[in-house]
Each structure stands twice: as C-alpha cells, then as structure tokens.
C-alpha cells in the first residue's frame, strides 16, 4: 500500500478520490484550505487532514513526508478563473511550482499525478478526427493558460508524472442548469462521469508504465454527442424542456476524444451515457420525493 498526498483534497472530486483510494488501503494526506471542512475523513485511520496551503512550504514539508504518491487536483476553477488571471496563475502555476520543488527537496521524491485539462487546445470545433493526446496547445481563456504553464513546470520538473488533460465532469445530482451552457448546441462534446474519472486516478498508483505521459481522460464513444443532445438528454431527466436551456453563441473548449490509450492502460469507462442520465433521474426523483 502506498503513502498519498492530495491537494484540494477537501473538494467534491477530492473526497471522492479520498474515500475510493482508503478502499484500496492506502495512507492518505489531505491536503486544503484551513477554511475547508475536513469532516468527512474524521476517524478515518491512515488519514491526516493538513489544513494549509500549496503555496507555504511548511504546509507542503508536513503533507509531503513519506508520502509516495501525489495527486495535485487543487486549483481555481472556471469561472472564477476568469475573474482575476493574477489570482488564477498564483494558485495555479504558482501553487504547482511550489508543490513541484518541495517534491524534489523530498528525501524521497513522490510519483505526481496532475490534473490538467482538455481546455488547454482551446476552440477545436473546426476539426473532424478525434483530439488525442498529442494535438497541439492553443489556449484560450486564463483557466486553460494556468493549465499549459503548469504542465510545461511539470515536465521540466525532472519528477515521475503522469500529466491528466481531463473533460469537463458530469456529476448526477439535482443541479441548476447552467447559464448558459459552456458549449453551442451543435458543437461536439464528450464529458466524464465522476466516477470514471476517479476510477482512473485510483488505477494510475502503482502503475509505472502511466508515468512520463500525457493521459486524456473522457467519457468515451457513448458520451460522443452533440451539446443539444446531451442537454435534451439531461433536461429529460431534470424535468427541464430544452427550449429552456441557453448555449453559448461560440464554441467552448469541449470536443470528441481519442482515450484509447488511457482506456487500454486503466479501464475506467464503464459508466455509458445512458447509465449516467438514469442514475441522474434517481437522484432528482429522490430529491424530489
């Protein structure tokens, strides 16, 4: 059993990742804001929380020690990334920079997964074969920027890494729907479920032959649809007609994918479309009942 850290480890994906990989036996550190509530791992063995920061090397120096593993998910996300670059790339960039020298001042330098994103090749819309792993960067907002600064500190790090660019996460739960939607209604997307998604982050530990590569992690074939698709699909399940829905009057960074290779080492797509929208539908008829 391995010794693992995670940044932002008091988020939604945080605690779910937590909680899949104490299953499996491992020690964990979770890693977050002091203001962060820390409740959900309290009692559990093998488990400290760490109430810091990435960005103050005496919080890293306490999380990091033994640890063998480290799953770095902390970050701004969209939209707030949006509302203020200075604030987006301190967290981001800087915060990773930090993560990144106090791995390699470790007298044991841990294995780094990152979380990076598909939002780093920007608008796509204009290409008809799938985006695999090695298409070419082209960001275009602050959020995708931080990403590409990252991993380029990632890569020069001279750490083991294995460098995750992860689509935009489908969660089944009683949601408003967004306003608008991040995508144009006939743009091409391919989301993820959360479980599938954290499905893969567990298999990568102990696996060395992910490391030193760039891993896209999407839903998969089944989740290849139009954005007007998947919204009528979800609004049927939400009880929400699609003439209520708006889409953006541009593309977003969203695409179809090419995650043979990442299926082929992990096998973490076993969550289909149709699976997702009918375990959305019990959510929101429990919610409602």
Not at 45 to 73: C, M
Not at 90 to 101: D, I, Q
Not at 102 to 126: I, L, N
Not at 269 to 277: A, G, I, K, R, V
């Amino acid at each position: 059993m391995a010794e693992i850290l995670i940044t932002g480890g008091a988020g939604n994906l945080g605690r779910m990742l937590a909680s899949a990989l104490r299953k499996e036996g491992h020690g964990l550190r979770i890693l977050d804001l002091p203001s962060c509530d820390f409740s959900f791992c309290s009692g559990w063995e093998k488990t400290r929380a760490v109430a810091g920061n990435i960005l103050d090397p005496d919080s890293l120096k306490e999380a990091l020690a033994g640890v063998d593993w480290v799953f770095h998910l902390a970050a701004i996300l969209p939209p707030a990334s949006e509302a203020d670059r200075a604030r987006t790339f301190r967290v981001n960039v800087e915060g990773t920079r930090s993560l990144l020298e106090a791995c390699a001042s470790s007298e044991k330098a841990p294995k780094v997964v990152f979380a990076s994103s598909v939002s780093v090749w920007g608008d796509t819309s204009r290409e008809t074969d799938l985006i695999g792993p090695d298409h070419p960067v082209n960001p275009n907002d602050w959020y995708a920027e931080s990403k590409v600064e990252a991993e380029r500190l990632l890569f020069a790090s001279g750490l083991p890494y294995a460098n995750l660019r992860i689509s935009a996460i489908s969660i089944p739960v009683f949601l408003d729907p967004p306003e608008p939607w991040p995508f144009t209604a006939e743009q091409r997307i391919e989301l993820v479920a959360l479980a599938d998604l954290v499905r893969a982050l567990v298999r990568i530990v102990g696996r060395d032959s992910a490391l030193g590569r760039t891993l896209l992690i999407a839903g998969g074939p089944t989740w290849q649809v139009t954005g007007a698709r998947y919204v009528e699909l979800w609004g049927e399940a939400m009880e929400i007609p699609l003439e209520d829905m708006r889409f953006q009057d541009r593309p977003g960074w969203l695409n179809w994918y090419d995650t043979g290779a990442s299926q082929a080492l992990l096998d973490f797509q076993q969550t289909t479309l149709p699976d997702f929208m009918a375990r959305l539908r019990a959510a929101v008829e429990e919610e409602l009942a």
